[in-house]
């Protein structure tokens, strides 16, 4: 069974650039998770998705952030335009929807964003 | 609101010691999941346990074992015999019944040293 995928792996660019991210889920995974995870730190959830719906986007920063999940399978974040302190590792995880919350999650490798 | 707490930054251990990782959470929910998770040098969390709000009975699965004490809000997770692949980030999180929203510590670093 393949697993989470993330693109690209790392990327650098300067602050008030753009970047987007790329994420794969399971699949049959109808819950997908973006997490920011800064150096020292646990992840920090950005935005919860079921299907192509958004269950939970209160931590997102929502002036600079957006995130959409079309058709409910793949799912991309995007940061316009990027802070310095937007530096480090965004997760992507999906979850086998059990009607519960029960399920352990699965995580892609992650992508290393610097902004200088 | 929801918090988890893993007040070990960093352990150190010499090899085929046990090893117990602490983790205390806050939430108003009755019902909820506490999970445990590894982050190799390689970066990709991997799932190790779960534990669901209602079942306190602890169990030992290989050299991982985890006492869950509703009453004292804590789920610390214990390796036997630690070995120098334990060298990891450890994360304890807790997830709301329902939708299955997750918060994490900031995790706890162990070394297993040969």
């Known amino acids: 069974e393949a697993g989470v995928a993330q693109s690209p792996r790392y990327k650098i660019i300067e602050k008030r650039q753009s970047v987007a991210f790329w994420c794969n889920p399971i699949?049959?995974?109808?819950?997908l998770y973006w997490y920011q995870q800064i150096l020292g730190q646990g992840p920090k959830l950005l935005i919860q998705?079921?299907?192509?719906?958004?269950?939970?986007d209160s931590q997102l920063p929502k002036d600079r952030f957006s995130a959409e999940r079309l058709k409910g399978v793949d799912s991309t974040l995007k940061i316009q335009p990027a802070k310095l302190e937007d530096s480090a590792v965004y997760l992507c995880?999906?979850?086998?929807?059990?009607?519960?919350?029960?399920?352990?999650?699965?995580f892609g490798p992650g992508t290393r964003l610097t902004v200088t | 609101a929801q918090k988890v707490t893993q007040a070990q930054t960093e352990i150190s251990v010499v090899e085929k010691e046990d090893v117990t990782l602490d983790c205390v959470y806050e939430?108003?929910?009755?019902?909820?999941?506490l999970f445990w998770y590894k982050q190799p040098p390689s970066g990709e969390l991997v799932f190790l346990i779960r534990?669901?709000?209602?079942?306190?009975q602890n169990e030992i699965s290989g050299r991982y074992s985890w006492n869950f004490q509703k009453s004292t809000s804590s789920f610390n997770f214990t390796i036997t015999a630690s070995q120098v692949v334990d060298s990891a980030v450890y994360f304890c999180?807790?997830?709301?019944?329902?939708?299955?929203?997750?918060?994490f510590g900031d995790g706890t670093t162990l070394t297993v040293k040969p």
């Open positions: 995880a999906s979850r086998q929807e059990t009607g519960t919350g029960g399920s352990e999650q699965y």
């Open positions: 699949s049959g995974h109808a819950t």
């Open positions: 998705f079921q299907n192509n719906g958004v269950v939970d």
């Open positions: 939430t108003r929910d009755t019902t909820y999941y």
């Open positions: 534990r669901n709000s209602f079942d306190e």
């Open positions: 999180a807790l997830s709301e019944a329902q939708a299955g929203k997750s918060t």
